[in-house]
Nanobody, 117 residues
């Protein structure tokens, strides 16, 4: 089992940047595929980016070239660097950990990102 705690959300102007962090505890971090999802008001939760245990990344088309996911296995932490933010990026961002042996998903509590002038 793993516990996930996100941080780094907040209010930012369009064109600005934020970095989200997700600290994992309770299990061996390296056996989880990590990811970030988001859910805007009245919308379904959607995938933003994932990173495998070997560091391979995948991004939603809407964030390619603007967001970067990374992980530090020594610190049990995954990051999401978000640049050139747009109002449509406003959402609650959730950290996800998927155990590679079972495909079981764990979720953080979410952190609000608001992009507004």
């Amino acid at each position: 089992q793993v516990q996930l705690v996100e941080s780094g959300g907040g209010l930012v102007q369009p064109g600005g940047s934020l970095r989200l962090s997700c600290a994992a505890s309770g299990s061996i971090f390296s056996i989880y595929r990590m990811g970030w999802y988001r859910q805007g008001s009245g919308k379904q939760r959607e995938l933003v980016a994932t990173i495998t245990t070997r560091g391979s990344t995948n991004y939603a088309d809407s964030v390619k070239g603007r967001f970067t996911i990374s992980r530090d296995n020594a610190k049990n932490t995954v990051y999401l660097q978000m640049n050139s933010l747009k109002p449509e990026d406003t959402a609650v961002y959730y950290c996800n950990a998927r155990k590679i042996t079972t495909n079981y998903d764990y979720w953080g509590q979410g952190t609000q990102v608001t992009v507004s002038s």
